[in-house]
């Protein structure tokens, strides 16, 4: 079955610092989601990509989606402390009925 | 409302009971998700409704048992669990099958004793 890798599992910065969490699929996806999840709390949608080699931008989060819809990365600049919280890679297979999450980085920032 | 609710938001419950999750949304997304979720690992795909149909069971067992009563509302029915199915159980909504954004709710954490 479809299998999504993250890397890294963890990640500590100091606030101001960038971080990079990398999703990658066993197989080519038909869309990728990247959620975050507060400590407690539940998966808030962050973005999709769809098409190959897309790149979207909210303020300081850069989403990238590789050539052959196989990998994805999500860049923060300048981390702050509300940034805290695991970051999931979730990739839609091509059927489009189900949603794979990747293992998630947990990113700690210290201020 | 973009909300999806969850009730109960803590349960505790014997090996022996049999009790009931339920989901509501009124946003009139067509899809329901019931997910599992251990501590520090990503939610794991449980049960997929389409328009009030059951799509997807991902090999769950059926002491789990999935109801979707109309196009708002979405139960897990619980019967003798296991200590190993304590979890946070999340529900989630999206207008249709997965193309769209899912919207979670707050879970119910469950622990099975």
């Known amino acids: 079955g479809q299998q999504v890798m993250q890397i890294p599992q963890y990640q500590h910065v100091q606030e101001g610092e960038d971080f990079t969490t990398y999703c990658n699929s066993s197989?080519?996806?038909?869309?990728i989601q990247w959620y975050k999840q507060r400590p407690g709390g539940h998966p808030v949608f962050l973005i999709q990509l769809v098409k190959s080699g897309e790149v979207k931008k909210q303020k300081r989060l850069t989403f990238q989606f590789g050539e052959a819809k196989k990998n994805s990365s999500l860049h923060i600049t300048a981390t702050q402390t509300t940034d805290v919280g695991t970051y999931f890679c979730a990739g839609l297979n091509n059927a489009g009925n189900m949603l794979t999450f990747g293992g998630g980085t947990r990113l700690m920032v210290k201020p | 409302d973009t909300e999806v609710t969850q009730t109960p938001k803590h349960l505790v419950m014997g090996m022996t009971n049999k009790k009931s999750l339920k989901c509501e949304q009124h946003?009139?997304?067509?899809?329901m998700y019931w997910y599992k979720q251990k501590a520090k690992k990503p939610p794991e795909l449980m049960f997929v409704?389409?328009?009030?149909?059951?799509?997807i069971n991902e090999s769950v067992p059926s002491r789990f048992s999935p109801e979707c009563p109309n196009s708002s509302l979405l139960n897990l029915h619980l019967h003798a669990l296991q200590p190993e199915d304590s979890a946070l159980y999340l529900c989630?909504?999206?207008?249709?099958?997965?193309?769209?954004?899912?919207?979670f709710g707050p879970g119910t954490r469950l622990t099975v004793t």
């Open positions: 946003m009139g997304h067509r899809a």
């Open positions: 197989t080519t996806l038909s869309n």
């Open positions: 409704y389409s328009y009030e149909k059951l799509s």
């Open positions: 989630a909504s999206s207008q249709t099958l997965a193309s769209y954004e899912q919207y």
